[in-house]
Structure formats: C-alpha cells, structure tokens
C-alpha cells in the first residue's frame, strides 16, 4: 500500500487516496516512515568548549584529595579559587559529580534510625509511670525552674513530684528512686515512659534505672503525643486560674506545686477517669464513689423513668485498660486489678517533696 501511494497518478493528491482506501493521513505518514532508519536524537557533536580528558581527570583528582573528599563543588571551587587555581565551573564539578555517580552528600551520614512506636498498657497502679519535665518562669529575664512530674498512668495520680534549678539525670534518678521506695515497688514489677531529653536518655540515668529493676520505655523523636498523660497533666496546671505567669522563687514554685497537685490528686475530677479523682482510682476508693452514684441516680430513676428514654442509668466506671497507643485489643483482655492503699497515709506521703 505504501509504494502504490508513493507513485500516485499525476493530480490524485495523497489526501484523495486516503479517503478512497478509508485510511488516515496520519497512518500513511507512519507507515512511510517506519522503514526509515531513526535518527539518534541523543547524539551531539562535541562541545569545542568543554574540558579536554586530561582536564577532567585532573578535576577528578582534585576533588578526591584528603581535604575536598568530604566537600561540595561550592568549596571546593572556593578554596581553590582563593588559592590562585581555576580548573572548572561549579556547574562542571556537578555535572561530572552526576557523571561518576558521586553526587550529593559528599560527607559521612548518620544512617536512617527507625524508632519503635511505644505502647504502653496499665491494668493497675504502680504498673506504668510516666514523668516529663516542664519549665516555670521566673520574675528574672531568661531564668527559668524545671518542674519534675511523676504520673501513674493508670490512675494519673502524682506519685512524685520535684522543682529545682536544674535539669539533669542525677535528680531524675532520685526522684524515681524515691517513688519507687515511697511506695514499696518489687523489683522489676515498674516500667517508666519518657521522652527522650538529656536527663532521660543519659547512661547514668538508664544504668540507674537498670539496677533498680525498672523497665524504660522512650517516645519517638519529635512525637508528643507518644507522652500524653504528662503533657494533659502540664496543660492542666498551666491553665489554672491562680497560675502564676512568673514564680518569685524556687520557694514560691513549690508552695504552689504543693497546693496545685494535693487538689489534682484528692479534689480534681478527672475527665479521663469518668469524673473520678486520681485518689479514688489509685487507692481503690472509686469503688464505693461509684455504688453512692449508682444509688442516686436509680432513686432519681424511681422519681422520674421518663426522664431516661435509654433504660435505667448506670453510673461510669474508670477505664479499667489505660494505655499509649495501643496494640490490637485481646478478644479476652484480663480483669482489672486494684492495689488498695490507705488513703490518710497516701495524703502525708504525697507532700514530701524532694528539695
């Protein structure tokens, strides 16, 4: 078909022929051109202005010298430049860079690090603690407290609480220490979550903690919310009406640290805890709170069934599964067990604050 359309009758365009035999225009062009050999676009006559062989071997070994290996073209060209020495353009040290398969971070990389996602479960209290560090303002300019908080994250009672003038691993580890003797804590029955600050993951501190038979748990790099339970606790302190924007003294940070957390712990109705105190879940004492609910609300039930257009109410309970992102829920997951502590003791051993 290709030749009979190459030797067409004198005055029968290509285009007439076309609509004769029912066929595009377009086809016929790439029909015809097919059998021609393609050009190679990708060839190019040399550059009269590029470097000679000897030239880009001699750039080459420039640029792995000892003091250029670890070095982008920028200082390379530089360094010689100010030298008295102009073997290339930057734009030439990349392309040869590109072509060596050598471009990009020229210097030694830490490798990629993938940090395990925390999960944490507390069934109990004294099973999980979780503890940050947060900064108080001072009347002096740039001068700051740090305020050590220790949470259960079951019942998120303040089990230990410290402010100091500095931040380090050393009051880390007394302050832990001190929780897990305040309470008579088993060895290796604690695991303790923190982010990952200088205090929490210096050697001594995790040595420490080693010895004391307590299991650490870290967040991941830049992820807050791997340590929600301390941050909801920061939020809660910093947001009530007599906090002070700026403390007088050290003196005056923990006199009002003490009042704050006797309320968080014996009178704060924890919105996490279904309105129960963090007391009440840590002693156990929720039990009887809830039985003097639920009897309320059924005599209020008794007055008033029409009220409650879903059956007779039910008082909530505190979760009996606390966790920090949690793994894939058990079909069966265990009952929960209540460490029952004397309520009068508790309140005087809370106050003793570390200096």
Known sequence: ??????????????????????????????????????????????QPRALSSNEREHLWSTMNLDEFEDQPPYEIYHTLLSRGIHLASMSTMHRLLREKAAHGERRVQRAAQSHAVPRLQAERPNEVFTWDITKLRTIAPNVYLSLYVVLDLYSRFVVAWMVSMKENSALAVQLLQEAATRYGLEHNSLTVHQDRGTPMTSHRYIDMMSDLGIALSHSRPRVSNDNPMSESQFKTMKYQPDYPDRFDSTAHARQWCEQYF????????????????????????????????????????????????????????????????????????????????????????IKRNIS
């Open 1 to 46: 078909m290709n030749l009979a359309l190459q030797k067409l009758p004198v005055g029968l365009s290509r285009t007439k022929a076309c609509q004769v035999l029912g066929i595009n225009r377009s086809t016929l062009y790439r029909r015809t051109h097919s059998d021609q050999p393609k050009k190679d676009v990708c060839s190019r006559s040399p």
């Open 262 to 349: 006797d309320w968080y712990n014996f009178s704060h109705h924890h919105a996490g805890l279904n309105g129960y105190t963090p007391e009440q879940v840590y002693t156990g004492r929720f039990e009887e709170i809830w039985a003097q609910r639920q009897q309320s609300l059924q005599e209020y039930y008794g007055r008033h069934p029409e009220r409650f257009v879903n059956g007779p109410p039910k008082a909530a309970r505190p979760p009996t599964i606390v966790t920090i992102n949690p793994a894939p829920i058990d079909d069966n997951p265990a009952a929960s067990v209540v460490t029952q502590v004397n309520f009068p003791t508790l309140k005087a051993v």
